[in-house]
């Protein structure tokens, strides 16, 4: 199968990522089936991103690359790349992360062979540098089934793991900027009845996980996009009163006890 191209378009939203987009771009053409095509959408970066990615795309026919005039964030840009997709799945990539060489092949094949699934995520690494040599993924692996319920309690997918058929109707909140892939899946799994996470590690994240570093500012503008993702559920009648009420509670106890274990910072005395 290695020599084929696969039915899926990889969006790529990039912003101010002239250092790190030539590695993620790179772990897409490793893969070992080609997608269909790879939409890269500048975000209006103020750096030398989009002439790098422009140099780079240089006899590259399978690749698009559209600019904004101005910045709207990381939403509208996936949905922008998304509305010109002509693949029968859409897969995303951040700029400043990077795939395994065979991310694509066992996520295709499983939704190929698994039609039922609309979205499936799978497993990924935070790693601090970038390691050449793949690690060698075993043909089996298990897979676990989550519906809507469970997806309430937490969020079990990064973006860059999600693969999403095109029979998928809901798209980004682009006037959310924070936890709004968290809403997307959400809205995804309460129509589509529960969703796929395949346990095989398939993406490096060089980037925190949320929380991490002691960030606490961060940390609290993704709990209001939580909060604001209650909101949204229930005005769309996808949760009741009651369960929204319930909901935000929960994520004020997970929001307190990621305070409380972020890493302190050092004293620079």
Do not use: C
């Amino acid at each position: 199968m290695s020599a084929q191209n696969v039915s899926v378009s990889v969006i790529v939203p990039v912003y101010n990522s002239a250092t790190t987009i030539l590695r993620a771009l790179d772990s897409i053409f490793r893969q070992t089936t080609q997608p269909q095509e790879i939409i890269i959408v500048d975000d209006a970066s103020t750096d030398d991103s989009y002439a790098v990615i422009e140099k780079y795309i240089e006899n590259k026919p399978t690749t698009k690359l559209l600019r904004f005039a101005s910045n709207r964030g990381p939403s509208a840009a996936r949905n922008a790349g998304w509305a010109v997709a002509s693949g029968d799945y859409v897969a995303f990539l951040d700029a400043d992360d990077a795939w395994h060489n065979k991310k694509l092949e066992t996520q295709f094949l499983f939704m190929q062979d698994n039609p039922e699934f609309a979205i499936t995520g799978h497993q990924y690494r935070v790693i601090t540098k970038f390691e050449s040599d793949e690690t060698n993924l075993s043909g089996e692996f298990d897979v676990s089934i989550f519906n809507f319920r469970d997806f309430l309690i937490k969020n079990r997918f990064s973006t860059p793991t999600v693969m999403i058929h095109k029979s998928v109707d809901e798209r980004f909140d682009e006037q959310q900027r924070f936890s709004e892939d968290y809403l997307l899946w959400l809205r995804i799994i309460a129509r589509h009845n529960r969703g796929a996470f395949i346990k095989q590690p398939m993406a490096h994240l060089f980037k925190p996980t949320y929380g991490a570093g002691g960030i606490s500012g961060r940390m609290f503008e993704m709990y209001r996009g939580e909060l604001a993702n209650a909101g949204a559920l229930r005005q769309q009648k996808l949760i009741s009163m009651s369960t929204g009420l319930i909901w935000r509670v929960w994520l004020t106890i997970k929001f307190v006890v990621r305070l409380t274990q972020r890493p302190l910072r050092k004293s620079r005395n």
